[in-house]
């Protein structure tokens, strides 16, 4: 290879390396969002959530938007009064949706509205070929759209619905049977379709993350290893696992001369 073809070749690769593929959501190079212990603290509410939602994994098999658990930031925010405050003001603004999940324990999951929206729509859509019914519209827009807390009580839910046109009883049946409500004595949750699946699996990898480190003699690992672990049981990552039981107090991290350490809590 001659001088000039040397010199057009280490352009090229100069021109390759600062043009490096970024993230839309967070702006910043993908190999730089893989490390979880380079991005395990942050300052500010909606970086984490824009940072989180970059690194959702993706999930075979199942159709689902990126969705943020609430103790992720609490593992990421070191403020948890921060937090909540942060996303009471986001939700007001219509950035994201928080929703309780039904997973047995006192779990929230928070989605960009835009996310929640595609969501939404993809399962919709399905349903209004098949069921030929408008309650779906109604839902859309006079309900998601004026309703932003994370529960509706049963009345209220009715009224809205009938700014449509008339509300029946099995409008409601549709609606908790399309996902999009869950039923409590007194009022309704509003939920993410298609999320079951998913859920399970959290459960699952929830317990198999705590039985891997509970089997290890000093029940701790190198984060950095411990995040390149592959998990049997749900279809979420290791990473996902990691930020949420580290959140929720369930494992602990120590720095270390060699980096992060992840430790199970003390009961």
Not at 178 to 198: C, H, K, Q, R
């Amino acid at each position: 290879m001659d001088k000039t073809s040397e010199e057009a070749s280490s352009k090229g690769k100069k021109r390759q390396r600062d043009q490096q593929p970024t993230d839309p959501q967070t702006n910043q190079p993908h190999h730089q969002i893989f490390s979880l212990e380079d991005n395990l603290s942050f300052t500010d509410t909606l970086v984490a959530l824009r940072m989180m939602r970059a690194q959702f994994p993706r999930i075979d098999k199942v159709s689902i938007q990126p969705f943020i658990l609430r103790s992720q930031l609490y593992s990421s925010v070191k403020d948890r009064t921060q937090v909540d405050r942060e996303l009471e003001s986001l939700r007001r603004e219509k950035v994201v949706r928080i929703f309780k999940l039904n997973t047995g324990q006192d779990d929230h999951a928070i989605m960009f509205l835009d996310d929640y929206l595609n969501q939404m729509e993809n399962v919709v859509k399905r349903l209004e070929e098949k069921e030929g019914d408008q309650v779906f519209k109604w839902f859309r827009t006079h309900v998601i759209d004026s309703k932003l807390e994370p529960s509706i009580e049963h009345q209220e839910l009715y009224t809205l619905l009938s700014l449509g046109g008339m509300v029946k009883d099995g409008h409601i049946s549709l609606l908790i049977n399309a996902g999009l409500l869950l039923i409590d004595p007194n009022m309704y949750w509003f939920a993410i379709p298609n999320i079951g699946s998913v859920l399970k699996g959290l459960s699952q990898g929830r317990k198999e993350v705590l039985s891997f480190l509970n089997r290890r003699r000093y029940k701790e690992m190198m984060l950095a290893s411990m995040e390149k672990k592959c998990l049997r049981f749900s279809p979420l990552d290791m990473r996902f696992h990691l930020r949420d039981l580290i959140g929720s107090g369930h494992l602990k991290t120590v720095q270390t001369s060699t980096g992060l350490l992840v430790r199970v809590s003390k009961d």
